[in-house]
């Protein structure tokens, strides 16, 4: 319980850091919010005009003061105004987040479910054919982009099959779930793939360093059977290497998937990060890094408390 | 009679072509019921191959059976053929009629399942129960090892016990079932010598009480006096005498079996310690190294901000004076400080408090003005692999400012001559030498610098016997040849015996006692040297089994601001005195 307190209690300053580094890198993009919304016409402004429009978006005041009035704004819940979509950055991002988060767990689930037995089963028969069947598909699966795999999919299942992935609105989970599933798991099992490919392979090493351990040879001097063997005393001692990989993935996924959400025209966080970087949208931008890092640390944490829970030997909060 | 497990040309390989790859070529032996058998070599002599050919283990080590073979008798009388059978019967088989325990307690048990759950698997495996009566069953197995407290410690996991504990834990395990054969593979090796006396008296009344037969592995001829009916002594994969013990021991036939009990450190209660080099009591020489009031203490703090709420006493108060051309042997059992002195004289940790005093005075004019150096336990893990071995060479001379010249390569070239290395070695890499070599790679490293004084932290001590005697020898002759004081490092009274001049018995980070070698150990003083001492195995003793004692070594953690009572001294001889106990 201490221990969760003085983890929590870094999560400010870690924020803070985060939002100097995005504060101050945005800035330095060339370009500025009437730029980048009227284009070329921009140039067709006053000056008079120009600084109006500046004062409107609160951007003709040095950057230190822009970046107080942030913070302070941010010290009371207020994360800005979202220029693109005239609305309070926090509604946007949380209306986008559920399909972000939907599709990360959509796509863990896919990589554990799959890569975990496929990793297990390849160390299980290790250097015979089928465990290098599996680490070749692994190999493709890690070396692919996710946009040529999309595509492929997209493709065979339209010309293949003449059925097409569900486009159209997005229809939240709670509202239609079928709709729903229909519209993300083609996503998620783009994302899983690779996901899936990573898994295997660290499921696969790490189950080939503990099944030749000393207490591996002990449980079978017992009389285990090779699946007790396996799942009792092989695979808990093999998961923390797992762990620590689907927590990284995970929360990259927590950040939104730019080429997955483009290829199958989601409205997620990384479709929306990367409008607002080119819209100019500070706010927007500024208050959705702080959003996926905030999530990244809630991961991490997870992580190291899932590492405690898994290994009796690791204590929290020592060095 | 049958007997319950006949051995004939077992042959096991290795590798892809295991007909072509053999360690172990022809092994054939017959072991009764109630007998215990002792299977003695080097290593890769194949000893631990035939041990873990006989449950099959050793499928899944990589291994391949490619010839003879093997019949058990089962419990119901029928002959089981351990050759032939499939996966699923002879998990049957293991566990319960065959027990097995290994060589390395701590890495032996799942680390992340309590102790008590490993043991309830084989009664769950092998006699169905589950639940309370498994729970009820284990608690009973660790009792009988002489676990205290057993209830609590189920719970525990492997981490929270000490190396003694969690061997017996393995031995309840292998014995859980009440197997009729129990493999024993070098169950001792990594343990402390009196915690070692701890498992061979339990062994020899689990063995008394439940009649099993035994098949101990063991590189130490001295163990198997105490335990074995018969012995089977084995040399690159090939058994090269067996009969009974005595036989063996006193009227061995091959040459190696001769070599072993002949050449080969044997503790002699301190009647083979060494002729030359005394130290001259007339003489008012300087020391080498004098070390006073050495304190090293490691703050307990219980996070980083906090207060430390006490403080390992890992060294306590130690006096030492090592004169030029001597050893000063420091034995103690781990945990008991002698590595954090050696550290602690070294500079690699901070002594809390205490003055040394180093090469006072020097044995010959070139020697250097950093007279300190180091031979570490693992050869294996002490040399950078991806170095040459001129490189490590040339690495001290570099670390303290020097330039590589002609001088420099003259002295690597003489060096490695010296310790018996061919000599074309400098361009080539750590993992093209044996264990032994790498030693003398180590001796010839700290040699580099020529220092007055050498640290020798267990430097023997992961070496194979006859290669431990030769390392020896060049420590000796190197001693005479250059003067070097060592401070010799080791939980091994053979070895002591024959290096030492003086010795000094830490216990709980104190000085129990020190003085001249054959004093302290012909007529140890102090409680604890003399429990030192009964402990070491000797083929002298045959038969002779230890009181199981169940007492815990003492904790280190003091609170802060604890002072240890001043040490009051008997003197029992010109160089010979001990604390007095309370």
């Keep these: 319980m201490n221990y969760l307190m003085r983890r929590l209690a870094t999560f400010p300053l870690v924020l803070l850091g985060v939002s100097i580094l995005v504060f101050v890198a945005i800035r330095m993009v060339p370009g500025d919010s009437i730029t980048a919304m009227l284009g070329t016409e921009a140039g067709l402004l006053t000056p008079a005009q120009r600084d109006s429009l500046a004062a409107y978006f609160g951007i003709d005041q040095p950057w230190f003061v822009q970046y107080w009035r942030w913070i302070g704004g941010i010290l009371h819940g207020n994360l800005g105004i979202s220029v693109t979509y005239g609305r309070p950055v926090l509604d946007v991002i949380i209306e986008r987040f559920p399909l972000t988060l939907e599709l990360a767990v959509l796509s863990m689930i896919i990589a554990l479910a799959v890569g975990m037995p496929a990793g297990i089963f390849a160390a299980t028969h290790n250097e015979k054919l089928s465990d290098l069947g599996v680490r070749m598909v692994a190999m493709i699966g890690q070396s692919t982009p996710s946009f040529v795999l999309g595509l492929l999919i997209i493709y065979t299942l339209s010309a293949g099959f003449g059925v097409l992935p569900a486009m159209g609105e997005f229809a939240p989970l709670w509202q239609d779930p079928l709709r729903n599933l229909s519209q993300l798991i083609l996503p998620a099992i783009t994302l899983g793939f690779a996901f899936a490919a990573s898994v295997t392979r660290i499921s696969r090493s790490a189950m080939l360093d503990v099944l030749s351990d000393d207490y591996v040879r002990t449980a079978r001097s017992k009389g285990a059977s090779a699946r007790s063997v396996i799942w009792r005393h092989a695979l808990p001692n093999a998961l923390i290497p797992v762990v620590t990989l689907s927590g990284i993935e995970f929360g990259y996924l927590l950040g939104g998937a730019v080429i997955v959400e483009q290829i199958y025209a989601l409205p997620g966080l990384g479709r929306m990060v990367l409008d607002a970087i080119q819209q100019r949208d500070y706010a927007l931008v500024q208050g959705a890094v702080l959003f996926i890092a905030f999530n990244f640390m809630i991961v991490n944490l997870l992580v190291d408390l899932a590492y405690v829970a898994l290994d009796p030997r690791i204590r929290l909060g020592e060095p | ?582």
């Design chain 2, 1 to 582: 009679m049958t007997p319950l497990l006949s051995v004939s040309d077992l042959r096991v390989g290795f590798g892809r072509k295991p007909h072509a790859n053999e360690v172990v070529r022809g092994v054939s032996f017959d072991l009764a019921d109630g007998e215990t058998l002792a299977i003695v070599g080097e290593s890769g002599s194949g000893k631990s191959v035939t041990a873990l050919s006989i449950n099959r283990l050793i499928d899944f080590g990589g291994g391949c059976i490619t010839g003879g073979a093997m019949k058990l008798k089962r419990a119901d009388g029928s002959v089981f053929d351990l050759m032939t059978a499939t996966e699923p019967q002879l998990t049957g088989i293991r566990g319960a009629e065959i027990g097995m325990i290994f060589q390395e307690p701590m890495t032996s048990l799942n680390p992340v399942l309590t102790i008590g759950s490993q043991i309830e698997e084989s009664f769950r495996l092998h006699r169905g129960l589950t639940g309370r009566q498994a729970t009820a069953a284990a608690k009973d197995a660790l009792d009988r090892v002489r676990i205290p407290d057993a209830a609590r410690r189920l719970k525990y996991t492997p981490n929270q016990l000490s190396g003694g504990m969690l061997q017996r834990v393995m031995i309840a395990i292998a014995l859980a079932c009440n197997p009729r054969l129990l493999i024993a593979d070098e169950p001792t090796t990594a343990l402390d010598v009196t915690v070692q006396a701890q498992i061979m008296a339990l062994l020899a009344e689990l063995k008394r009480q439940t009649g099993m037969s035994m098949i101990f592995i063991t590189h130490d001829i001295g163990l198997v006096a105490g335990i074995a009916d018969k012995v089977m002594v084995m040399q690159n994969g090939q058994a090269v005498e067996q009969g009974e013990l005595n036989q063996i021991l006193d009227k061995a036939q091959h040459p190696y079996t001769q070599h072993l009990l002949q050449d080969v450190p044997h503790f002699a209660n301190g009647s083979a310690t060494r002729a030359d080099g005394q130290r001259d009591k007339g003489a008012s020489t300087e020391p080498a190294l004098k070390v006073d009031n050495l304190v090293v203490r490691f703050p307990l703090k219980s996070s980083f901000f906090s207060r430390a709420s006490g403080a390992v006493h890992a060294v306590d108060g130690v006096d030492f004076d090592l004169m030029p051309g001597e050893t000063l042997a420091i034995v103690g059992e781990s945990g008991s400080g002698k590595s954090t002195t050696a550290r602690a004289v070294l500079g690699l940790v901070r002594s809390t408090r205490g003055s040394f005093s180093v090469g006072v005075r020097k044995a010959s004019a070139q020697q250097s003005a950093l007279p300190v150096q180091m031979v570490f336990q693992n050869p294996y893990a002490s040399l950078n692999p991806r170095l040459s071995i001129e490189t490590i060479l040339a690495e001290p001379v570099i670390a303290t400012g020097g330039r590589v010249n002609i001088k420099t390569r003259a002295r690597m070239a003489g060096l490695l001559e010296r310790v018996g290395l061919p000599k074309n070695s400098l361009e080539r890499y750590p993992h093209e030498f044996s264990g032994g070599q790498r030693q003398r790679l180590c001796i010839a490293r700290a040699l580099m610098l020529n220092p007055s004084v050498v640290v020798l932290d267990e430097a023997v001590s992961a070496l194979d016997v006859s290669v431990q005697a030769k390392v020896l020898e060049l420590l000796v002759d190197l001693q005479r040849e250059f003067g070097l004081a060592y401070l010799f490092i080791s939980h091994d009274m053979a070895v002591v015996e024959r290096i030492a001049h003086r010795i000094a018995v830490i216990y709980a980070g104190q000085i129990v006692e020190i003085g001249d070698a054959t004093s302290v150990l012909s007529t140890p003083q102090h409680s604890y040297t003399k429990k030192l001492i009964a402990a070491v195995p000797t083929i002298d003793r045959r038969h002779e089994h230890f009181e199981l004692d169940t007492r815990q070594v003492p904790s280190l953690v003091r609170p802060q601001g604890y002072e240890p009572a001043p040490a009051r001294w008997e003197q029992f001889g010109p160089d010979h005195r001990a604390r007095a106990e309370a």
